[in-house]
């Protein structure tokens, strides 16, 4: 099979890449990059571009499997349009070319909570994209919503690795319809991803970060 992958350089994207160069059922793996990775690799193809600009490269992104763990953070992206952009537009973007292009499966890394009905930015962006995805008739569409993220990071956030050490306390206590809340590793969310990509089954699905942490 031949991957896509976008949101290679980020958290999951980075764990997700690795493991898909590293699985023998995968035999070409698209990045679509803004810039070039230092990374090289027998498999890996390397599509650098412009976000804005997907249209100039819809004979470029071919293959039979999307993943898209694109994602940016209020620090880094203030702007609540541009975020809009990275978080929901380009995901979509990307999956109608690659739907024109043949592809069966998509898959997004959204997050806990997402909901086109809230009053939270956040979780109202994640809600809008899974629902604006489900109308593309992929053969199989499967939308990962992790909790807390825990894994190293490039990036230093005090408060972030405070949350992250609270939670390996309390998640033994978080049972039953709790679970969900508990942190996850990010190798689990790349892993489940990779493994649901494996199982060639028809229909949408969503996967709550207790479910993901099960898959993986």
Known sequence: MEAIIAGATGLIGGRLLQQLLDHPDYTKVTAIVRNEMALQHPKLRQL????????????????????????????????????RKIDYQYPLD???????????QYHLVSALGANANSSIFYSKLKGEVERDLKTI??????IYRPSLLDGDRKEHRSAEGIMIGLMRFLNPLLIGGLKKYRSIKIEKVA???????????????TYDSDEIERLG
């Not at 990307?94 to 592809?103: L, M, P, R, T």
């Not at 008739?137 to 499967?142: N, R, T, V, W």
């Not at 990509?197 to 699905?205: D, H, N, T």
């Open 48 to 83: 650098v571009v412009d976000f804005d600009r997907l249209e100039n490269h819809q004979e470029d992104i071919k293959g039979d499997v999307v993943f898209c763990a694109l994602g940016t953070t209020k620090n880094k992206t203030p702007d609540q349009e541009q975020y």
């Open 137 to 142: 008739p992929f053969k199989g569409i499967h």
């Open 94 to 104: 990307i999956a109608f070319i690659a739907h024109q292009n043949g592809a069966s």
């Open 191 to 205: 892993s489940a991803m990779l493994k649901q990509s494996l199982i060639p089954v028809a229909g949408i699905f």
